[in-house]
């Protein structure tokens, strides 16, 4: 049976250069990925959704967290499956495909929940950190690999934020003026299509502080925020649309990990 350890050695430092701001140990750090079993094998999946590009217009097919976790959990070979070469959990979203009322682009995504199965819907008070290793080996144009969402608190169905790898390797993070709308983007640095890299997504009180292969910058959450509970998502988001089917945005992760305290 093959496996796959996850991280090199230059990624571990990377990701343990990160510990004073998410409590990551290094032994958490390297992980051995299993090809041979379902995405819930080798993640924890107990603790999220699964959306998919397709169903009926305007409502994506779900999957549950029951159905997610476990080595024989749900997997599609179209959309979300275990890469055989390297264990990745895979992310596929075309141009074309089945998308949310609020949004003209397809995604096979994570939404995050609680353990209980309801939808994680977290305050901003607390310190919350989402953690992945991924490359992107396919992308139009650019895709969104992670992001915070607006939960309930108000009638926004805007993001808090949201993580961009652009098909030239450069990667921004979204941040929202407001839940009103109107998005700002910070340039943060560029990787090389197919290339590992880490991020490190924290909020903690009024602060997102964003972790790219060991590089921090942090931003400020407007008050305007305040009223709103958070969840994470993960996966691919792909920023593009059209009649295609072929074209879209390839998304391997290598580790996911989300904490709260």
């Known amino acids: 049976m093959k496996r796959r350890t996850v991280l090199t050695s230059a990624l571990t430092a990377a990701v343990v250069s990160t510990l004073g701001v998410v ?35 305007g409502a994506p097919t ?13 997997s599609n070979p179209a959309y979300f499956w275990t890469d055989k070469n390297d264990g990745s959990m895979t992310f596929w979203a075309p141009e074309k495909g089945v ?47 992670g992001q915070v969402h607006l939960g309930s608190g108000g009638s926004s169905t805007k993001p808090l934020l949201e993580l961009y790898y652009h098909s030239n390797g450069d990667i921004y993070l979204g941040t929202e003026n407001s839940p009103d709308g109107g998005q700002t983007l910070h340039y943060i640095t560029n990787v090389a299509i197919g290339a590992h890299f880490t991020y490190v997504i924290n909020v903690t009180g009024n602060k997102i502080n964003l972790t790219v292969n060991g590089a921090r910058t942090s931003y400020s959450i407007p008050t305007s925020f305040n009223a709103y509970k958070q969840y994470f998502k993960a996966g691919s988001y792909n920023q593009s649309s059209s009649d295609s089917t072929s074209n879209g945005a390839k998304v391997k992760f290598y580790t996911l990990t989300v904490s709260h305290s």
């Open 23 to 57: 409590g990551i140990t290094e032994s958490s750090a390297a992980t051995t990925l299993n090809p041979d079993v379902s995405p819930g094998g080798n993640f924890n999946l107990a603790i999220w959704q699964l959306q998919l590009p397709v169903g009926s217009p």
């Open 62 to 74: 779900t999957i549950q967290p029951a159905q997610l976790k476990g080595a024989s959990g749900y």
């Open 99 to 145: 998308t949310t009322p609020n949004s003209n682009y397809a995604r096979s995504e994570l939404r995050e929940m609680n353990s209980n199965g309801s939808a994680a819907d977290w305050t901003l008070a607390g310190n919350h950190t989402l953690s992945a290793e991924l490359r992107v080996v396919s992308v139009t144009k650019n895709v969104c690999v």
